[in-house]
């Protein structure tokens, strides 16, 4: 499979209150990932709750 030159890597948005990785995301790469928590309605909780970036 050839590289492309895309700088967009796929990450899992993992909630920080139950540690369920809710949902995957790309993010732009330049250098390594911005650590970067956003807020995500978890499934398992029912509410809004911030979501770190993860790698894999
Ligand atoms: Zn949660």
Request: aromatic share 8%; proline share 2%.
């Amino acid at each position: 499979m050839a590289k492309k030159k895309s700088k967009r890597e796929y990450v899992w948005l993992e909630c920080s209150e139950c540690k369920n990785r809710n949902y995957r995301t790309s993010v732009s790469v330049r250098e390594g990932t911005p650590k970067i928590t956003l807020m995500k309605f978890c499934k398992t909780e029912r509410k809004h709750t911030s979501h770190k970036i993860r790698r894999k």
